[in-house]
């Protein structure tokens, strides 16, 4: 196997290695290495630890389709959060939800926090989560402006007017026919704002409407007001009912659709902004 | 005066002491067959340290992202092996365990075993240590299985919209581990757990 070309026997008649000189830097350079590499593992762990903020518990009725690990949070369409555990409540009534928060995003869980599952929705106007076909639902939260908290209770779905500013009146009528929350407000066939829920009032002597009328068309500091008034085709109005805040509506047509007119305002303004939010 | 063997052609020869810093070559072939006192040690155990930094992070954070008809999961070497394991793949959970999670541990740990006995200038378990070391670096390129498998994964899964694998962050400092680990063997001189031996003179 060796072919060494000398047949010394001694050890003096083998040829000297060479001998080179190798090294540019000192020994101590080379514990820069774990000291850089301390840094970058310091920091990654670090944004690892504090990724998530606060934990929220949210009940459900219903979770279906919420996967633990999956599922996300958001907020006008931003991930903010990402749902961590899923387990009944001990006396089987609810879903307990169970989302991680991100850092940032802590300022989500609050008082008055709104959150709702997103899942495709078909309606007679429009077809609405349809991208959660596919991605399966996700929790849609609408941050309160309350002190932070972390337990919440979801809502079924959420009312049309959540976020939204503008003028909110309550209507009173005797009979609702078709006007459901989403229905469209017009005035001189201009959509002005539409129904944010419908229930009936504390007695039930009427139905109560709630209507949005947005921001640049009842902007404040005017002292008109949108005035509602039903008017159905080949029909006389029906009576109307008036409420403290004066609003008249009769109940509709069958397009459900409000004509508007301007009349005084009568309403106090700190009548403004019912809550609309289910319990 | 000592006499060396070159690794790559054979040729014996005469090395006579080498100063701190200097490398001694082969007079036929080139290769190097010894290297001066100090440096690899501190080499050896400066690069397990800086591997070891990465290993908290490449087990925190998930070494891929699957992104799959707009659904996305994210795992780390631990959910990967668990989730194997639920799956009644408890074969590939093992491999996946073993190979991601305890040998790139087991071998820094090794290294700095060797690196403080070296140090100590322990004369017992001479012939095991060097066993170790030879099984080290048999066991080298395994430990970049998962950056290989990831990259193939990273390469071939792009189905546009509908599907998309990510590399995470654990990725990377699974790489650095991996990378880190590989130099720190290529750093220890196996010579060294013989030096100043009783076994030789």
Redesign the interface.
């Known amino acids: 196997?060796?072919e060494?070309p000398n047949d010394a026997t001694t050890?003096?008649a083998?040829?000297?290695?060479?001998?080179?000189?190798?090294?540019r830097y000192p020994?101590?350079v080379?514990?820069l290495?774990?000291l850089?590499?301390?840094v970058?593992?310091?920091v990654?762990?670090y944004e690892?630890i504090t990724e998530y903020g606060p934990t929220v518990t949210i009940m459900f009725r219903d979770a279906t389709g919420l996967k633990p690990?999956?599922s996300e949070v958001r907020y006008r369409g931003v991930a903010v959060g990402e749902v961590s555990a899923l387990e009944l409540s001990p006396d089987l009534a609810y879903v307990v939800v169970t989302a991680r928060v991100r850092r940032e995003a802590a300022n989500i869980a609050r008082e008055g926090s709104v959150f709702w599952i997103v899942r495709p929705e078909v309606g007679i106007e429009t077809v609405r989560g349809l991208?959660t076909v596919?991605?399966?639902p996700y929790i849609e939260v609408f941050p309160g402006s309350g002190r932070q908290k972390t337990e919440f209770v979801g809502v079924e779905r959420p009312s049309p007017a959540l976020g939204r500013r503008g003028l909110r009146v309550t209507l009173a009528t005797a009979h609702l026919t078709s006007i459901r929350p989403r229905t469209a407000v017009y005035y001189r066939g201009v959509e002005v704002g539409m129904v944010s829920a419908t229930a009936l009032s504390g007695d039930a002597t009427a139905a109560h409407v709630r209507v949005l009328i947005e921001p640049r068309y009842a902007p404040p500091g005017e002292d008109r007001v949108p005035f509602l008034e039903h008017q159905r085709r080949g029909c006389e109005p029906e009576p109307l009912q008036r409420r403290r805040d004066q609003h008249r509506l009769a109940p509709l047509a069958h397009r459900g659709r409000y004509r508007l007119r301007h009349a005084r305002r009568q309403e106090p303004a700190g009548k403004r902004g019912h809550d609309l939010r289910a319990p | 005066?000592s006499?060396?063997a070159c690794d790559t052609c054979?040729?014996?020869?005469?090395?006579?002491p080498?100063a701190?810093?200097?490398?001694?070559?082969?007079?036929?072939c080139g290769g190097r067959?010894?290297r001066g006192p100090?440096?690899s040690l501190?080499?050896t155990a400066?690069?397990s340290?800086?591997?070891l930094?990465?290993y908290?992070?490449a087990n925190?954070?998930p070494i891929l992202r699957l992104e799959w008809?707009?659904?996305?999961?994210?795992s780390t070497a631990w959910d990967g092996a668990i989730e194997l394991f639920r799956q009644g793949e408890t074969m590939i959970a093992v491999i996946v365990f073993l190979a991601s999670i305890v040998v790139p541990f087991l071998k820094l740990l090794a290294l700095f075993y060797l690196v403080a006995t070296v140090r100590l200038r322990s004369a017992a378990w001479r012939r095991a240590r060097a066993r170790l070391f030879r099984a080290l670096e048999l066991i080298g390129p395994w430990a970049m299985l998962d950056v290989f498998v990831m990259s193939v994964l990273v390469a071939l899964v792009k189905l546009g919209e509908l599907a998309t694998v990510l590399p995470g962050?654990g990725l990377f400092?699974f790489t650095?581990v991996a990378v880190?680990t590989m130099m720190a063997s290529v750093s220890f001189d196996p010579r060294l757990i013989w030096e100043r031996g009783d076994e030789r003179p």
């Open positions: 196997m060796t060494a050890p003096d083998l040829p000297a290695a060479r001998i080179r000189r190798r090294r020994v101590y080379v514990w290495v774990p850089i590499a301390a970058v593992a310091g990654l762990v690892r690990r999956q991208t596919i991605t399966g | 005066m006499l060396v054979g040729l014996v020869q005469r090395l006579p080498l701190p810093g200097v490398t001694a070559e082969c007079v036929r067959v010894a100090g440096g501190a080499r400066a690069f340290l800086a591997a930094m990465f908290l992070p925190l954070y008809y707009g659904t996305h999961s994210e962050r400092s650095a880190l």
